[in-house]
């Protein structure tokens, strides 16, 4: 079972910042916390991922807490291409990944 | 660099046929993961092989269901004689040593007639 709770859809403005939500009160010490997407019938796609620290590259920028107790993917100018299923998924190194019902995004223009 | 390749993009099978769809990882990649996701539902992990191994096929249907990775060639998802319910997109991914990010595949569509 997926260790994650996810917001089931929510609305971002074209141009906006799009922040989703993930709480994973129960991640261990050694567990990353990945987000991945998935645009309609497509293969998911990466997007980011951290332990502890905040991490930042061309797609998005990742916020962990400092409890690691939960966490924020924030895509900084959303776009109708940005519309899809956002997975936030805590993995411990090596394992597999368990996909949870994510958070459905609607980019309105 | 090539991504994950699957083939084929669609196999379309009639009740009771063999279906077998491929999955070649990334160049250097030696882990592969196998996904199932039927029609509006989430993505449910099925079995996740290293070279010649697996090392979890905790989701893996107990009956007709069976996957390998060989030494050589693509890693292959198996269905033995398929049921309507088997329809469904199988997509596959690898990673280079199992710790890292996963890169999927566009999927196979099958279509169970």
């Known amino acids: 079972d997926a260790k994650t709770t996810q917001p089931p859809s929510m609305d971002c403005a074209e141009g906006r910042a799009a922040n989703l939500p993930c709480n994973h009160s129960?991640?261990?010490?050694?567990?990353?916390v990945y987000w991945y997407r998935q645009i309609h019938s497509q293969g998911p796609q990466y997007i980011i991922h951290?332990?502890?620290n905040n991490e930042t590259n061309e797609m998005a920028s990742l916020i962990i807490t400092e409890d690691r107790k939960s966490s924020t993917l924030i895509l900084p100018h959303a776009t109708l291409r940005d519309t899809a299923v956002y997975y936030c998924?805590?993995?411990?190194?090596?394992?597999?990944?368990?996909f949870g019902k994510g958070t459905r995004l609607h980019i309105l223009p | 660099n090539a991504g994950v390749m699957q083939n084929p993009r669609h196999l379309v099978r009639r009740r009771g046929q063999e279906a077998r769809l491929r999955c070649s990882p990334m160049?250097?990649?030696?882990?592969v993961y196998w996904y199932r996701q039927l029609p509006e539902e989430g993505l449910k992990f099925m079995v996740y092989?290293?070279?010649?191994?697996?090392?979890?096929e905790s989701g893996m249907p107990k009956e007709r269901f069976s996957a390998e990775f060989p030494k050589e060639g693509p890693s292959i998802l198996r269905i033995q004689q398929v049921v309507r319910g088997d329809s469904a997109a199988y997509f596959c991914?690898?990673?280079?040593?199992?710790?890292?990010?996963?890169?999927f595949g566009s999927g196979t569509q099958l279509s169970v007639l």
């Open positions: 991914a690898s990673s280079q040593r199992g710790i890292e990010k996963l890169f």
């Open positions: 129960t991640i261990s010490g050694n567990e990353y």
């Open positions: 951290g332990l502890k």
């Open positions: 998924i805590v993995r411990p190194p090596g394992d597999k990944i368990i």
């Open positions: 160049k250097g990649h030696s882990h």
């Open positions: 092989l290293q070279k010649e191994n697996i090392i979890d």
